[in-house]
């Protein structure tokens, strides 16, 4: 008998998400509506890889959301810049 398996409910996309708009819009007040990062410096704090955050951020750039999420620069990796909306 094979065993299937079972996802962990932290590991679904849905919930990485939620986890990385929680941190982003506590970061915003936390900065008076505006922070940048890069990916790698939040990874730890948010509990995914570089790669999925940056995944997650384009996804969210187009999302309708409370934040402005854009990309800033790139100098070895991209900067994001996120403000709340209003």
Known sequence: MSAIPQRNAESSPANKEERLLAYLHQ????????VYFKSKFIADDVGLS???IGALMCKLCDSDTKLSIEKWSYTSATTWRVTTDG
Do not use: F, M
């Not at 970061?27 to 505006?34: A, I, K, R, S, Y």
């Open 27 to 34: 970061q915003t007040v936390e900065g008076n509506g505006e």
């Open 50 to 52: 570089p790669k999925e």
